[in-house]
């Protein structure tokens, strides 16, 4: 252990993590409802689907000796690399020790999230290997680029969450990149984050520098970070995915298990088989993180596409915001958070295009009591791409989501009787008494999205909004100042990251 | 009477429209529920404080002594224009005649549409004095541009109505417009359209084309055209167009009674404030529509938006989303007919703030169980501009959107067990037997939105979304036919416009 790290140093870190902040709450708590869009007796019908599926056709767990015994001890029929269930197990299971909601801590304790029940928490996209911008044509992203993009949602009042592998920093090794990425999470946010899953041994480096930054005690009784752990659709869970999950339900960290079925190739073209198919996935990969530690952290992830039945590409149309819908139905039948797809598009630009399927897939998601957006923004080709004007573009639509699910209230102050009485017909509002009250917050303002006159805009440089976008990015970058870190964690942090480092 | 209409082609035209077509519905029927953002209480304050402001601030009827004698006799409290009206006495008015659903006929009876209950009707945008487009610079519209919007439509699958005033054309004397909109409806479209509201005369003067179209005995039993009738928000009903709204009702035509409250300028800045005086506000219009004439078609109609307190510019942000889902509530709690907002942004081009703004909005109002969209697409700059790419790539959303409201069913036949164990873990779906009976139609194919691969999208020459639109218009123009009119009608119709139009 680094011998600049005394117990001194690691008690003020605690004290630091649970004094009470006095700033806005670090998350969103929703007060409007969900949309349900299937019925209870569609819904039962899709459960036992799934419980046939895991019966009778079983999950194949490949190249991962470890999680076969986990489930074969647990009960499970296992043969080979299939794994059944009987009906009802994985349900069981899960709901004996799953929580419904809990706490990701953050080192700045203020930003602490929540996960489950009313909350609500945004980060950035996940996993795009390429990054664009107006003012760069579009590449392979770098580190530089990842740690641009932890700077941009640090200093974001709408990101809760500084995400996890927000792009793929292709000039660094993959047996390293984890190591950068993670410390770059640390250094330049002090928002929750997320791990590595491309092996083990990288999300256990994952849960090693966690510990440096909240201590090995406090990592073990509380959530500090996550990981994404991907289902290979249908029905396959690999050994790779499987061993960080194992790596961090074992350590108390929370696991994000998620199905990604593309319709008509991974899984049927029907919702309502997608559906089952999925949920199949969800409960064999839950039910394995609550055989490694009963009552660790997890969340009940789904994504979907349908295909362009044309040119064979995955689209997010219709039957993704339905799926979307009744997912979130099925995640709280399981009382377990939800996170789902969100504002994702297939397009190569942020163009209209781009706008209007990520608010359509987007609001499908906010009406779906999501609780986690993984994709709340930047991404562009269905996720291959991070384009940095679309980040601070949907940063606009996370504010009136915020304010949307927050409802309104309907009482005397609000109905405004005695206003609307001493302006009478044909008067304004321009200096009633609620008016003056209420003019400072009363309505969102944006950062980005244009409201001016034509003749305003014109004058102003008739810019569209890829280009406001840009200028507010250049000033928010110019503006940055890294979260403050002890000195003393962020040496040891800086020690283990280049002792780990393979050459 | 034109001679040439005889008294057997107009039987002819009427055995035309009762002739049954096998063409799919003309309008969506949904089958999803919609988004109640209020309880019971909320609502209920909110009627509750509608009735005291018509009964202790009333309205006012300007410049329109008629209506103030309809009101006065009906039995309401006339001093000088302002207008009150005891507890309760406009709910009573209206539940006791208004129709909670009706029919609108189009000239091809295949394309006649329902208000009300389950329906969804989409039409173009209303009222814009300017275009543009890619190829045209922002300019002041004309009645060409009429003409292509109406073909436009006319062409689409997703719009079910040709609209009203789809955009001003402003090379036509203000005096004379409305014998040449009408009449492009007519000619260029055989789907349902809505009339002039700028003078009595004018919509006497669309009353008497509608009757050339579908003879007199027809119009004065079914409703074959309408009257969309804004409010003066706060409270103000002027003369001309109750004048217009009179001549509508009077013949049993459909009016859309419709407030535009601009929050902080034209009604409280809360949503519950804005709601309450809207509320009043339709409920005065609605109650003059039903003692003109009892049981005339009349539509719920609903607008607002927020204010950039900096800018003082309207915009539609989250505080709209929750007015247009609340006032749905509140027009079914009324039981008649709902339309608000819907594809509109603030955005000068087709950019990304344009799509996202519009999906947003547009979204909201399809979860708030709207049944006619009057602004379902083409509509920038908060609705002063008719853009015509955005006119085509809106209607791909409408695509989704039909098939979004549609739901999905859960049965063996969609849950795909058997596809699922045929396939079993890892395989794929490309020819399961679900995906090849349901290939073509599984999946929404839009006409404009691209899903190709980056590689794919460059090799045809990276067009964004607008630039793809534009093609597509052209096409479409190129190819577009008029519907198939009778000779008799198409001259009577020509005859009246030259015999009306004033020099």
């Given at each position: 252990m680094d011998s600049r790290r005394s117990s001194k140093s690691l008690n003020e870190r605690r004290s630091l993590r649970t004094r009470i902040s006095s700033n806005p709450a670090p998350y969103i708590t929703r007060k409007i409802g969900t949309f349900d869009i299937l019925d209870e007796e569609s819904l039962s019908l899709i459960e036992r689907s799934a419980d046939r599926i895991l019966s009778e056709v079983g999950i194949e767990v490949r190249n991962d000796p470890v999680s076969l015994k986990i489930f074969k001890d647990s009960g499970a029929y296992v043969q080979g690399?299939?794994?059944?269930f009987e009906t009802g197990f994985c349900r069981s299971v899960i709901n004996n020790s799953a929580p419904s909601e809990f706490l990701q801590c953050a080192r700045n304790p203020a930003r602490t999230v929540k996960f489950g029940g009313n909350s609500i928490v945004f980060s950035p996209a996940y996993g795009a290997p390429f990054v664009s911008a107006l003012d760069i044509e579009r590449r392979y992203a770098r580190m530089s680029d990842f740690n641009d993009i932890i700077k941009l949602a640090h200093m974001s009042p709408y990101f809760h969450h500084s995400g996890g592998t927000v792009c793929e920093p292709?000039?660094?090794?993959?047996?390293?990149?984890h190591l950068d990425m993670v410390r770059s999470h640390i250094l330049y946010s002090d928002k929750p984050?997320?791990?590595?899953?491309?092996?083990?041994?990288?999300?256990?480096d994952t849960l090693t520098m966690t510990e440096i930054v909240f201590g090995k005690d406090f990592i073990s009784e509380n959530c500090c970070t996550m990981g994404l752990i991907n289902i290979n659709s249908p029905l396959v869970l690999d050994g790779t995915m499987l061993g960080a999950l194992r790596a961090y339900s074992s350590a108390n960290q929370c696991c994000v298990v998620t199905p990604f079925v593309i319709g008509a190739a991974a899984g049927p073209m029907s919702p309502a088989g997608t559906l089952a198919q999925a949920l199949a996935e969800v409960l064999a990969g839950v039910t394995l993180t609550q055989l490694v530690r009963p009552g660790s952290p997890v969340i009940f992830g789904y994504l979907s596409t349908g295909l362009n039945m044309k040119?064979?590409?995955p689209v997010r149309y219709d039957e993704t915001w339905k799926c979307f819908l009744a997912a979130g139905q099925l995640a709280r039948r399981l009382n377990i958070p939800f996170r789902c797809g969100s504002s994702t598009t297939s397009a190569k630009l942020p163009d209209y295009q781009?706008?209007?399927e990520t608010a359509l897939n987007f609001k499908s998601a906010l009406m779906a009591g999501t609780h986690f957006f993984i994709h709340a923004s930047g991404s562009t080709e269905g996720g291959l791409c991070?384009?940095?004007?679309?980040?601070i573009l949907?940063?606009?639509m996370l504010g009136m989501a915020e304010r949307f699910v927050k409802g309104f209230n309907v009482d005397v102050d609000t109905l405004c009787f005695e206003d609307i009485k001493d302006v009478g017909p044909g008067g304004n509002f321009f200096t009633s008494k609620h008016t003056l009250k209420n003019y400072r917050d009363g309505y969102f303002l944006p950062e980005v999205l244009d409201s001016q006159t034509f003749e305003q805009w014109a004058e102003s440089g008739s810019k569209?909004?890829?280009e406001l976008a840009m200028l507010k990015r250049k000033d928010l970058l110019n503006k940055y100042e890294p979260p403050a870190i002890e000195l003393a964690m962020k040496d040891e942090l800086n020690d283990f990251v280049e002792r780990s480092r393979k050459v």
């Amino acid at each position: 252990m680094d011998s600049r790290r005394s117990s001194k140093s690691l008690n003020e870190r605690r004290s630091l993590r649970t004094r009470i902040s006095s700033n806005p709450a670090p998350y969103i708590t929703r007060k409007i409802g969900t949309f349900d869009i299937l019925d209870e007796e569609s819904l039962s019908l899709i459960e036992r689907s799934a419980d046939r599926i895991l019966s009778e056709v079983g999950i194949e767990v490949r190249n991962d000796p470890v999680s076969l015994k986990i489930f074969k001890d647990s009960g499970a029929y296992v043969q080979g690399e299939r794994v059944r269930f009987e009906t009802g197990f994985c349900r069981s299971v899960i709901n004996n020790s799953a929580p419904s909601e809990f706490l990701q801590c953050a080192r700045n304790p203020a930003r602490t999230v929540k996960f489950g029940g009313n909350s609500i928490v945004f980060s950035p996209a996940y996993g795009a290997p390429f990054v664009s911008a107006l003012d760069i044509e579009r590449r392979y992203a770098r580190m530089s680029d990842f740690n641009d993009i932890i700077k941009l949602a640090h200093m974001s009042p709408y990101f809760h969450h500084s995400g996890g592998t927000v792009c793929e920093p292709t000039d660094i090794d993959v047996s390293n990149r984890h190591l950068d990425m993670v410390r770059s999470h640390i250094l330049y946010s002090d928002k929750p984050f997320m791990g590595s899953v491309t092996s083990e041994q990288r999300a256990r480096d994952t849960l090693t520098m966690t510990e440096i930054v909240f201590g090995k005690d406090f990592i073990s009784e509380n959530c500090c970070t996550m990981g994404l752990i991907n289902i290979n659709s249908p029905l396959v869970l690999d050994g790779t995915m499987l061993g960080a999950l194992r790596a961090y339900s074992s350590a108390n960290q929370c696991c994000v298990v998620t199905p990604f079925v593309i319709g008509a190739a991974a899984g049927p073209m029907s919702p309502a088989g997608t559906l089952a198919q999925a949920l199949a996935e969800v409960l064999a990969g839950v039910t394995l993180t609550q055989l490694v530690r009963p009552g660790s952290p997890v969340i009940f992830g789904y994504l979907s596409t349908g295909l362009n039945m044309k040119s064979g590409a995955p689209v997010r149309y219709d039957e993704t915001w339905k799926c979307f819908l009744a997912a979130g139905q099925l995640a709280r039948r399981l009382n377990i958070p939800f996170r789902c797809g969100s504002s994702t598009t297939s397009a190569k630009l942020p163009d209209y295009q781009a706008g209007l399927e990520t608010a359509l897939n987007f609001k499908s998601a906010l009406m779906a009591g999501t609780h986690f957006f993984i994709h709340a923004s930047g991404s562009t080709e269905g996720g291959l791409c991070f384009d940095f004007d679309k980040l601070i573009l949907d940063s606009d639509m996370l504010g009136m989501a915020e304010r949307f699910v927050k409802g309104f209230n309907v009482d005397v102050d609000t109905l405004c009787f005695e206003d609307i009485k001493d302006v009478g017909p044909g008067g304004n509002f321009f200096t009633s008494k609620h008016t003056l009250k209420n003019y400072r917050d009363g309505y969102f303002l944006p950062e980005v999205l244009d409201s001016q006159t034509f003749e305003q805009w014109a004058e102003s440089g008739s810019k569209n909004s890829a280009e406001l976008a840009m200028l507010k990015r250049k000033d928010l970058l110019n503006k940055y100042e890294p979260p403050a870190i002890e000195l003393a964690m962020k040496d040891e942090l800086n020690d283990f990251v280049e002792r780990s480092r393979k050459v």
